[in-house]
């Protein structure tokens, strides 16, 4: 069976970091690409990172480029979500996906706050 | 950017009647290899979202048959033929052609 487990969200002041990781279990993790994807309190999905079998290619939404970085370890079969200079309006639910050309496989989000 | 349309974005059904959701993008998802990446996910309330159909019209494993979906170059629809109870919350399209991108989503409610 397919799963993703996040963790690591939590509540965080603006302009502070936080980690998140996502554990897959259930099938070859090395041999697909994954995403993060985020749903702020009350609105839509937002595509927030996606990331290549071997990390060559990483991509993110224009909202977070240059303060959020995506990495993952296919050892330890990982995913995870740097977020560094947190605003306010990255509070969110955050999802990790898994990529078979389609979004396939949701886990059961991490919450992040960012609040003073 | 490529920018997904949604309509309604409110839909209260009676039981057993069918519904239908467009979606619109601002440019055709047709891909360099000639498929189109278009995709629908449900999201009850409190729950993660689901794959429903994958590339405009194929349904994910376990999805009722109830649901269809079609379409192509920048219009596409979800139909559900009946409704079920279980069948309400929000529908989401989703374009993986140019990078990824959302539809504001569509409330199905049952009257």
């Known amino acids: 069976e397919v799963q993703l487990v996040e963790s690591g969200g939590g509540l965080v002041k603006p302009g502070g970091s936080l980690r998140l990781s996502c554990a897959a279990s259930g099938f070859t993790f090395s041999t697909y690409s994954m995403n993060w994807v985020r749903q702020a309190p009350g609105k839509g999905l937002e595509w927030v990172s996606s990331i290549s079998t071997n990390s060559q290619y990483k991509y993110y939404a224009d909202s977070v480029k240059g303060r959020l970085t995506i990495s993952r370890d296919n050892a330890r079969n990982s995913l995870y979500l740097q977020m560094n200079s947190l605003r306010a309006e990255d509070t969110a639910v955050y999802y990790c996906?898994?990529?078979?050309?389609?979004?396939?496989?949701w886990g059961q989000g991490a919450r992040v706050t960012v609040s003073s | 950017d490529v920018v997904m349309t949604q309509s309604p974005l409110s839909l209260a059904v009676t039981l057993g009647q069918p519904a239908s959701i467009s979606c619109m993008s601002s440019q055709s998802l047709v891909y360099s290899d000639g498929i189109t990446y278009l995709n629908w996910f449900h999201q009850r309330p409190g729950q993660s979202p689901r794959l429903l159909i994958y590339k405009v019209s194929n349904r994910d494993s376990g999805v009722p048959d109830r649901f269809s979906g079609s379409g192509s170059g920048t219009d596409f629809t979800l139909k559900i033929s009946r409704v079920e109870a279980e069948d309400v919350g929000i529908y989401y399209c989703?374009?993986?052609?140019?990078?990824?991108?959302f539809g504001q989503g569509t409330k199905v409610e049952v009257k």
């Open positions: 989703m374009q993986a052609t140019h990078s990824w991108t």
């Open positions: 996906v898994r990529d078979s050309s389609y979004f396939d496989y």
